[in-house]
């Protein structure tokens, strides 16, 4: 696998925790490099991380990730995004901008779980998992943290109808991810 085509697929893979990073930055009141240090810390390192698991892994569990990684992305995806439109429509309520632990992992992990399958396709192509998943956690760690500031743009304009579209995109994805993986796109 040559550079061009890492990057390619380093990109194609941080799309989804770009996203995710533009509806955080949607929901925090005001942001800092701290903030953008962090969804790019959390989304960089599992994106890395996901591809040298599943690289590991190899070939012993091929068949059960790819038949239910998109499952799990879309139910993860689905749940927190729900949860984002219902928040939407309960007036005053506060927009959650947690950024803890327990917010982020579970964020991680829906962003990341099509990582996993393709780092077993990295085991197959016999690509060098260091450097390959090194470079998919520095760009991935980029578009995180430009994807935060940009919501942050947005959110200060939308506030009221941050959270709304915060939890559509959510779940889009998710339903993309699923579709994607039951082959009908």
Not at 144 to 158: L, N
Request: charged share 15%.
């Amino acid at each position: 696998m040559g550079v061009i085509e890492l990057f390619v697929l380093a990109v194609g893979l941080s799309m989804d925790a770009f996203a995710v990073s533009v509806c955080k930055g949607l929901s925090l009141r005001k942001i800092n490099v701290k903030h953008m240090c962090i969804a790019g810390a959390w989304f960089g390192g599992f994106q890395a991380l996901m591809p040298l698991i599943g690289y590991f892994l190899g070939s012993f569990f091929c068949d059960a990730i790819t038949t239910y990684a998109h499952w799990i992305a879309f139910i993860l995806l689905l749940v927190i995004g729900g949860k984002m439109v219902k928040e939407a429509f309960g007036g005053e309520e506060e927009v959650n901008a947690s950024m803890d632990v327990k917010s982020m992992l579970i964020l991680a992990i829906a962003t990341s779980i099509d990582a996993l399958a393709v780092g077993v396709s990295l085991a197959f192509l016999k690509v060098n998992i260091i450097p390959a998943v090194s470079f998919i956690g520095v760009i991935t760690f980029i578009c995180s943290a430009i994807g935060v500031k940009i919501g942050s743009i947005f959110g200060t304009k939308y506030k009221a109808k941050a959270e709304l579209f915060g939890g559509i995109v959510l779940i889009l994805i998710g339903t993309k991810i699923l579709l994607d993986g039951l082959g009908i796109i």
